[in-house]
């Protein structure tokens, strides 16, 4: 004799779909946070603001950063104006081509900026450029109009 259940039988299965969703959200979110991520090599300082910048590609560089107290840092390690171009001839021993970026305090002296200029065009780079917060396109006039 066979005795029935009154409940019905089922087979056990697992549900895909959801966990299907459930990784295409994971994998949305992790390639939208790391698109976001930056990189910055220099010290963070309160950059001067210009309405003529251009973005440049940041590829094979190196930082300087100027603070409003005059200390200057390679990449984040802070260094003395001596060390630049034992450091600099390092740099153009691997790479005479890398880029040379220079971050300014908008408060740091005109005088310590400069100097560091005068030790980095004495170690034989032509590619220097100075880092500001761009506003143009953001509508601000430019100087003088």
């Known amino acids: 004799m066979e005795v029935a259940s009154p ?5 056990a299965r697992i549900e895909i779909i959801p966990l299907i969703d459930i990784m295409f959200f ?12 930056t990189t910055m090599k220099g010290m ?27 200390y200057i840092y390679f990449d984040k390690t802070q260094i003395t104006y001596e060390d630049v171009a034992p450091r600099l001839r390092g740099v153009y021993a691997i790479n005479p081509e890398a880029k040379i970026f220079v971050r300014g305090d908008a408060e740091a002296l005109h005088g310590n900026v ?18 500001i917060k761009s506003q143009a396109g953001v509508g601000v006039p430019a100087p003088g109009k």
């Open 26 to 37: 994971l994998l949305a979110s992790f390639m939208m946070v790391s698109l976001s991520q």
């Open 7 to 11: 409940i019905p039988k089922k087979k």
């Open 114 to 131: 400069t100097r560091l200029l005068d030790q980095i065009r004495s170690t034989g780079f032509n590619k220097i450029a100075f880092e």
């Open 44 to 70: 963070k300082v309160s950059l001067p603001t210009g309405s003529s910048g251009q973005t440049q590609s940041k590829k094979d560089y190196v930082s300087f950063s100027v603070d409003r107290d005059g």
